[in-house]
């Protein structure tokens, strides 16, 4: 059966394409619409988009097998991607990605059998502060041990992606919000920068004959 955006998504496509030079520019933001609304990115949907922005299919499925982000076989209800870079590994991301096998009865790259989850392994997430950390959907789950994690995975389930969000939203330290104002401005400057910083800079060495 052939793929098509809704109305509303037809829209925001128009939308789009008024942002960009040419409409190939506009080709990630697209698929991202398509695989929102059809959960991954199928060949009808290679084909729509192709049609759609007067690419080729060998255009669009490029770009599709490039990013890891678009999914090219049916994936569960909630993505939950396990960052296993250095940083997170340190801190137990190999822990976490063993804990959701066993919780979820399914290795990584391939979805539970209720079809809640589908499990994936990232090489890097870019919260190397926060490891180890998980993503799950859109959102970004940080400072994790199992228990908290249990409690994340347990909120998709019973209440939906979006109110789990909403819960875990400042899980970014796991600890209670401090009531002191945050200062955004920089600190002062030490006082030996400062001494460096008033020294000239040194002069340059003479470049002799080396003939």
């Known amino acids: 059966m052939a793929f098509a955006l809704t109305p509303e998504g037809e829209r925001e496509v128009d ?16 698929l991202w619409l398509c695989q929102r609304q059809n959960g991954w990115i199928s060949s009808e949907v290679v084909d729509y988009v192709s049609q759609r922005l007067d690419l080729s299919t060998a255009t669009v499925r490029g770009v599709v097998t490039f990013y890891t982000m678009f999914f090219e076989e049916p994936v569960g209800e909630n993505v939950v991607w396990v960052c296993r870079t250095l940083s997170c590994d340190l801190r137990g991301g190999k822990a976490i990605q063993d804990h959701l096998e066993n919780k979820l009865g399914c290795t990584a790259g391939h979805t539970s059998s209720d079809g809640k989850f589908t499990l994936l392994k990232a090489e890097c997430l870019a919260a190397c502060g926060q490891a180890p950390m998980v993503q799950i959907n859109d959102r970004y789950y940080e400072n994790l041990d199992v228990e908290i994690l249990d409690r994340i995975i347990e909120a998709h389930v019973t209440r939906g992606a979006e109110a789990a969000a909403d819960e875990f939203s400042t899980h970014a330290t796991f600890g209670a919000p401090s009531k002191a104002p945050i200062s955004t401005a920089p600190p002062p400057p030490s006082p030996e920068a400062v001494r460096l910083a008033s020294q000239p800079p040194p002069a340059p060495e003479p470049v002799g004959d080396e003939s």
């Open 15 to 30: 939308e789009l394409l008024t942002r960009y030079p040419e409409r190939r520019a506009s080709l990630l933001p697209v």
